[in-house]
């Protein structure tokens, strides 16, 4: 019976899937700048990779990530990049992971760099994410969980650009020939001037003695919930369980372009840095993600039942196949 085989192969096949853990978390990735940005990712160690290092998003374009679960890791964006037609060696300005290439295949960001973090899965099951300028800011980096439940699963990020208001003790600025005029990222404290009571380092390596600065008020003012400094815990980490992420580059500059000359009319306060968050965990984002972001999501909700709708036919199949 050979229709009989093939309905168990099917159906085993199907099993192992859901088993697998192959519904794990999706990551949307969407470069809403008006210029190509190249993602990099670092898995930390002793966690599966994802299925990519590194690649490039053309301004508008969005790419889905299947992320394993209890996957830690970070992700963030390379700007200004270009091959060298003498050597072939791809390197990028800002956020450059020094593998010559575009998978970054495990090679961090060269700060300064805006970083998305997370950790699925963690502590008490929960996913922890934030977005961090402990290593400096290149780029507007939002993330936005969806479809998960409990902690405080809302929006984080930095919808604001900072390299021009940047103080220019900390501004990177470049040749304009290379892209750059008024600023291409800031550096932190930290980085510019590798002073201990800057990088929470010696005696300065607790909560306690490593204080706030001017340098990192500036970055906690211009996006309250990322990370300014290396203790400033409490108000930069989230948390969410089973949650699916969207991370966008530069979410407010295609929210006020559709939006028109209003942002609050998108619920993007212009100073704050963020979007605004209602009481049930939606973010007001405009049309133009919406339409971008839903279609993943609607995909990953409906895969489980769909998964299980074809494990009972099969079922029934099989039964009918028997009974002949
Ligand atoms: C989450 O972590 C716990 C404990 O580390 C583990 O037992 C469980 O299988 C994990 N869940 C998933 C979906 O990986
Ligand atoms: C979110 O919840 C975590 C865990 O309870 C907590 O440590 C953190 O301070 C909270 N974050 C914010 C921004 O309130």
Not at 129 to 139: A, H, K, M, Q, W
Not at 151 to 161: P, S
Not at 165 to 184: Q, W
Request: proline share 6%; charged share 10%; aromatic share 8%.
């Amino acid at each position: 019976m050979a229709e009989y085989k093939v309905v168990l192969c099917l159906r085993s096949a199907i099993l192992f899937l859901l088993a697998s853990g192959a519904l794990s978390a999706t990551f949307t990735v969407t470069n809403s700048c008006g210029y190509t940005v190249w993602p990099g990712v670092l898995s930390s160690a002793g966690t599966a990779a994802l299925g990519t290092t590194g690649f490039v998003l053309s301004p508008g374009e969005s790419r889905n990530l299947d992320v394993p679960a209890s996957w830690s890791g970070r992700l963030w964006g390379r700007t200004l990049c270009s091959t060298d037609p003498a050597t072939g060696a791809f390197s990028c300005t800002t956020g450059d992971c020094g593998s010559a290439k575009t998978e970054c295949s495990g090679g961090g960001a060269a700060p300064p760099a805006t970083l998305a973090e997370f950790t699925l899965n963690g502590s008490g099951g929960m996913d922890f994410y934030d977005v961090s300028l402990v290593d400096g800011y290149n780029l507007p980096m939002l993330v936005v969980p969806h479809g998960g439940t409990g902690g405080n699963c809302t929006a984080t990020g930095c919808l604001v650009d900072i390299n021009s208001a940047c103080p220019s003790d900390l501004k990177v600025v470049v040749a304009a020939s290379v892209g750059g005029s008024g600023g291409v990222a800031c550096k932190s404290a930290c980085e510019a001037f590798g002073s201990p009571q800057y990088c929470c380092s010696g005696a300065y390596g607790n909560p306690n003695t490593c204080r706030p600065s001017t340098y990192s008020q500036f970055f906690k003012n211009s996006c309250p919930r990322a990370y300014s400094y290396a203790y400033d815990d409490a108000t930069s980490t989230f948390t969410c369980a089973s949650a699916d992420y969207i991370i966008t580059f530069c979410p407010g500059t295609a929210s006020q372009k559709s939006s028109g000359k209003n942002p609050e009319a998108a619920g993007l306060p212009a100073a704050a840095g963020l979007p605004m968050v209602s009481s049930d965990g939606m973010v007001f984002l405009s049309g133009e993600q919406i339409s971008k972001a839903s279609p993943p999501v609607m995909l990953r909700i409906s895969i489980l039942p769909l998964a299980l709708a074809v494990v009972l036919l099969v079922s029934l199949l099989q039964l009918l196949l028997l009974s002949f």
